[in-house]
């Protein structure tokens, strides 16, 4: 099952999603993409795994800001390498951050946007082919103003991308504004 979570920034929806996993199963991957450039960001981070160890739910946490295509199809872990042998729960927090990596990793020319492209399409066929179920987190960033600039706007329309791709192949989509989920898409209702 492929399940995305959406929303603004700082609305809610990282706590919303991990409330989720903790509902379907006893234990779950937690894929951080964030990197730490700075104190803010270190602390911030800092306080999401602390907030995760302070439940009596089971989080194993994997770090990868770039490769998550890579590595949703070739960790041992997440390939049933557990006890059970079965693939386990994964959410992945956030696409937009990785989204973010990869695009500041593919050069500011006019290819930049091809070879994101290329990463988004090997992601979104990594996450079709997950045995297991997978919650994505992800900024919905089309509801603000145009960026000033050519990467910002860049970022903005690819973000789009991104997430109407994904939103696409999932079972259930949530959009979480000022801390409360809405079900946008349902398993009931597709088509």
């Keep these: ?20 996993c903790m509902k379907q199963a006893k234990s779950a ?14 602390q911030r981070i800092a306080l999401h795994k602390e907030q995760r160890e302070g439940t009596d739910f ?10 998550l295509a890579e590595l949703l199809t070739s960790h041992p872990i997440l390939l049933g390498g557990n006890v059970t042998g079965e693939a386990p729960l994964v959410l992945v927090d956030c ?3 990785w ?13 930049a946007g091809v070879t994101v492209m290329e990463q988004m399409e090997q992601l979104e066929a990594a996450i079709k082919a997950y045995p297991g179920t997978i919650v994505m987190v992800t900024n919905e960033v089309g509801d603000g103003i145009v960026p000033e600039y050519p990467l910002g706007r860049l970022y903005r329309d690819l973000a789009g991308v991104l997430n109407q791709r994904l939103a696409c192949i999932s079972q259930q989509v949530f959009l979480v504004t000022v801390g409360i989920p809405i079900e946008l898409k349902s398993k ?3 088509l």
């Design 99 to 111: 989204l973010s990596n990869v695009l500041l990793t593919a050069g500011d020319g006019p290819e």
């Design 58 to 67: 089971h989080w194993t946490t994997l770090e990868e800001p770039i490769r």
């Design 188 to 190: 009931e209702y597709l």
């Design 95 to 97: 696409l937009t951050l």
């Design 1 to 20: 099952m492929i399940v995305m979570v959406t929303g603004g920034a700082r609305s809610g929806k990282s706590s919303f999603a991990e409330r989720w």
């Design 29 to 42: 991957i937690y894929i951080a993409t964030a990197q730490a450039f700075d104190t803010e960001m270190e």
